[in-house]
């Protein structure tokens, strides 16, 4: 494997944690007592770092001939 592909694989895993920490910390006792302005935020982050996670996701499938 080349190393920009390499790279790539390790932003997705480091990503997919990130998001996992989010989303869990959605489901926690704190986030229900945040101002809606910033659930609304972090729900609005936790898609696009998902998004962004499939596309990764995408171009590591694309890696295998």
Do not use: C, W
């Not at 592909?5 to 007592?33: M, S």
């Amino acid at each position: 494997m080349k190393p920009h592909q390499e790279r790539v694989i390790e932003e997705k895993a480091q990503l997919d944690e990130r998001l996992a920490k989010l989303n869990e910390f959605g489901r926690g006792t704190i986030f229900p007592n945040l101002p809606a302005a910033e659930q609304e935020r972090l729900q609005r982050q936790s898609k696009i770092m998902d998004q962004y996670s499939v596309v990764l996701g995408e171009r590591i499938a694309a890696f295998t001939p």
